[in-house]
C-alpha cells in the first residue's frame, strides 16, 4: 500500500562522485515488500522544483524503519535531496510499483544480477533476499568510469561481481555485456536494471532465460494517474494496449513491454 | 459545509473543488487516498470513441514551477469509459463532469451523446482546447465561429448541461467565451494548458517526444487569473477555474477573479491529498477574510460595491 509521509533522515553520503547514499527512516517502511519498487520524492518544500522524484530502494531495514536509496545527485532535484541533513524531513510517497519476483529463483539456482550506473542500487537489496533464499548469486556491476563506482565490496560479500566501466579506468572495460560472453557466465534467471540500450542488449542475447527488466521513465505522478510513463506492450493485437511502468513496472518480465 | 455548497447548472456541489480533467485519471488511483465523495465533482480524463494510446515518451517534462506534458488523451475508449469507469465511479456520491474530445465533430457528438446519458454524469466539458493532439482539439477552440458551431451541436444531443474548456492559446479569450456563450454552453472551463517546450542542453532537441507540451501548474496561475477576470466580465455563465491552483488562498483568488468553482490539475501530482486539504482549509480562510459561504468572493475583483452588497445579501 502506497503511503505518503515525512521521513526523517538518518544518514546522507557522498559515497562516489555525485553518488549519495541516503538512509529514511520512517513507517512506511514496513510497507516496502519486494526489492525493485521505488519511492516518490518531494524534495523541497517549495514549487521549483515542481514534481517528485522517483528513486529507486537499495536496502529496506523493516526491523527498525529504515530504507536506503542510492541516487546521483544531477539535476536540480537531486542536488537538493544530496544537501539533505540528519535530522530534517523528506516527503516520501511509496512505497510504488511492482518489484523483482525473488520467488521465480529456485533454491540452489543460478540468478545474474546485472546493473548499469544508476540501476545497480536495487540490486542491492535483490541480491540480499535472493541469498537469504540460498540462490547463487553473480553480479556484474557496469560504471561509467572508475569514480562513479560503489558498493563493489557489498555485492562481493554476496555473490562474484565482475566490474565494468566504460572507459577501462576500473575493472573490465567495456559493457556488462561483454563481461557477460568473456566470462562465459551460465545462469537460470537474470535480473537487470539500468540504462534503456543496456536492457534492451541483454534482452536480446537471453531470449530463452527468464529474465526480468526494471525500466526507467520520465514521471509525473507516479501513482498511475497521468499517464506519463506508458510503454507498449510487445503483444498488442490493438495498437493501444500499455503498461505504466510507474504502477504496472517498474519491473516487467522479458517480452512484455517494448522497450 | 454549507458555506461551500455552490450550485452551477447541473451542479449541486458540497464544495467547489474538483480534479481536473487530466491530472486525475477516472479516480481510481486518488481513491487509496481518500473517499472520493468528499469531492465536490471530479472532472474525468478525456474521453474519445475509439481508444487512443497517445504520444510517444517522454511525455513530461518539468519546467520552473510547471511542467509540461504531451500525453496525447490516452483513453481507454467511449465504451470502456461507460462500462468499466463510470459504472465504478457510481460507488461514490460525487457528480461527475465528463471531459468530451475528439478530431473531427461527429466525435464530439457521439462522445457527447453516450456519456450524457450515463446517471452519474451530471455535466460534459467540452474538450476544444488540447493542444497535444495533430487534430481537432485545439482547432475547434481557437476559431470563435467553429467553437460556437460545436457548442450547438453538442448541446443538442446532451443530456446534460456543457460547459466548454477554453484555450489560452488565443489573442483574444473574451471573443471565444462569448463565441461559446452564443451557442448555449451553459458554462466555461479555464484555462487548459499553454503551449510550450523544453530543450535538451545536451543535444539541444526538445526534451517531449511531441516537441511541445502543455504547461501547467503554480507558473501559470497569473494567466489563468487575468482571463477569468476579463471573462467573467463579459458573460453570463460561471466559470470553473483552473490553472496552477494549489492551497485554498488560491482557490479564493480563482473565485475574486470570477470563477464559481475552482479545478485543482497538476498539484494532485505532488500531493494526491491536495484536493481533500483545500476542501478541509476552506471554512477557516473564508472565516478569516470574513465570508459568510464562498460565492461571495465570485468576481469580487472587478464587482463594485452595490454589486458586492447585493451578494452579501
Known amino acids: ?85 540528519v535530522g530534517e524531513f523528506v516527503d516520501v510517497l511509496g512505497p510504488i510499483g511492482n518489484g523483482f519476483p525473488v520467488e521465480e529463483a529456485k533454491a540452489g539456482s543460478t540468478v545474474l544480477l546485472v546493473g548499469g550506473g544508476i540501476g545497480v542500487p536495487p540490486l542491492y537489496e535483490l541480491s540480499l533476499r535472493l541469498k537469504m533464499r540460498n540462490v547463487h548469486v553473480i553480479h556484474v556491476l557496469g560504471f561509467a568510469t572508475k569514480d562513479a563506482v560503489f558498493y563493489e565490496e557489498k555485492f562481493a560479500e554476496l555473490g562474484d561481481t565482475y566490474v565494468v566501466t566504460v572507459d577501462g579506468s576500473h575493472g573490465e572495460k567495456g559493457f556488462v555485456t561483454d563481461v557477460i560472453s568473456t566470462q562465459n557466465l551460465s545462469f537460470d534467471t537474470l535480473y537487470t536494471c539500468g540504462p534503456t540500450p543496456m536492457l534492451k542488449a541483454l534482452e536480446a542475447a537471453f531470449p530463452d532465460k527468464n529474465v ?48 | ?29 486518488y481513491s487509496q487516498f481518500y473517499d472520493l465523495s468528499k469531492l465536490g465533482s471530479i472532472m474525468i480524463k478525456a474521453t474519445t470513441v475509439e481508444p487512443r494510446f497517445g504520444n510517444a515518451t517522454p511525455r513530461v517534462a518539468e519546467t520552473t514551477a510547471g511542467m509540461l506534458n504531451a500525453i496525447g488523451l490516452q483513453n481507454p475508449g467511449l465504451k ?100 461559446v456563450e452564443a451557442g448555449g454552453a451553459d458554462g466555461l472551463t479555464m484555462i487548459n494548458t499553454l503551449i510550450g517546450m523544453r530543450l535538451d542542453l545536451k543535444t539541444g532537441k526538445p526534451v517531449l517526444a511531441n516537441k511541445t507540451g502543455g504547461l501547467s501548474g503554480p507558473a501559470i496561475k497569473p494567466v489563468a487569473i487575468r482571463m477569468i477576470y476579463e471573462v467573467s466580465q463579459h458573460v453570463n455563465i460561471p466559470i470553473i477555474g483552473m490553472g496552477g491552483v494549489q492551497s485554498a488562498e488560491d482557490v479564493i483568488e480563482f473565485f475574486y477573479a470570477g470563477a464559481s468553482a475552482v479545478a485543482v490539475g497538476t498539484a494532485n501530482f505532488i500531493d494526491p491529498l491536495v484536493c481533500p486539504k483545500i476542501i478541509d482549509e476552506l471554512p477557516a480562510l473564508l472565516n478569516e477574510l470574513g465570508f459568510d459561504h464562498i460565492s461571495e468572493c465570485t468576481g469580487r475583483s472587478w464587482k463594485n460595491n452595490e454589486q458586492l452588497a447585493y451578494h452579501r445579501a
Open chain 2, 80 to 179: 470502456k469509459v461507460i462500462d468499466e469507469e463510470l459504472a465504478w465511479l457510481d460507488q461514490f456520491d460525487v457528480p461527475i463532469i465528463a471531459n468530451v474530445a475528439g478530431s473531427l465533430e461527429e466525435d464530439y457528438i457521439e462522445v457527447a451523446r453516450e456519456i450524457s446519458k450515463v446517471s452519474n454524469v451530471h455535466a460534459l466539458e467540452l474538450n476544444i482546447s488540447c493542444p497535444n493532439v495533430k487534430t481537432g482539439g485545439i482547432a475547434f477552440g481557437t476559431i470563435p465561429e467553429v467553437a460556437k458551431e460545436l457548442t450547438k451541436k453538442v448541446k443538442e444531443v446532451s443530456s446534460v448541461p456543457v460547459y466548454v474548456k477554453l484555450s489560452p492559446n488565443v489573442s483574444n479569450i473574451v471573443e471565444m467565451a462569448k463565441a
Open chain 1, 1 to 85: 500500500m502506497i503511503r505518503n509521509e515525512q521521513c526523517i533522515v538518518l544518514s546522507n553520503q557522498e559515497i562516489a562522485h555525485n553518488i549519495y547514499e541516503l538512509t529514511l527512516k520512517g513507517e512506511l517502511v514496513q510497507q516496502m515488500n519486494e526489492p525493485g519498487q521505488f519511492v516518490h520524492l518531494k524534495v523541497s518544500d517549495s514549487v521549483d522544483p515542481l514534481l517528485r522524484r522517483p528513486i529507486s530502494i537499495a536496502k529496506i531495514d523493516q526491523s527498525n524503519d529504515q530504507f536506503t536509496m542510492i541516487f546521483r545527485a544531477e539535476g536540480n532535484g537531486t542536488q537538493l535531496l544530496a544537501k539533505k541533513k
Open chain 1, 212 to 259: 526480468y527488466l526494471s525500466l526507467e521513465e520520465r514521471m509525473g505522478c507516479g501513482i498511475g494517474a497521468c499517464f506519463a510513463c506508458v510503454c507498449r506492450t510487445k503483444d498488442d493485437p490493438t495498437g493501444h494496449s500499455y503498461k505504466k511502468v510507474c504502477t504496472d513496472g517498474p519491473v516487467f518480465k522479458g517480452g512484455e513491454v517494448l522497450i
Open chain 2, 1 to 29: 459545509m454549507s458555506q461551500l455548497a455552490v450550485n452551477l447548472p447541473g451542479l449541486q456541489l458540497k464544495n467547489p473543488i474538483m480534479p481536473a480533467s487530466g491530472c486525475f485519471g477516472f479516480g481510481r488511483e
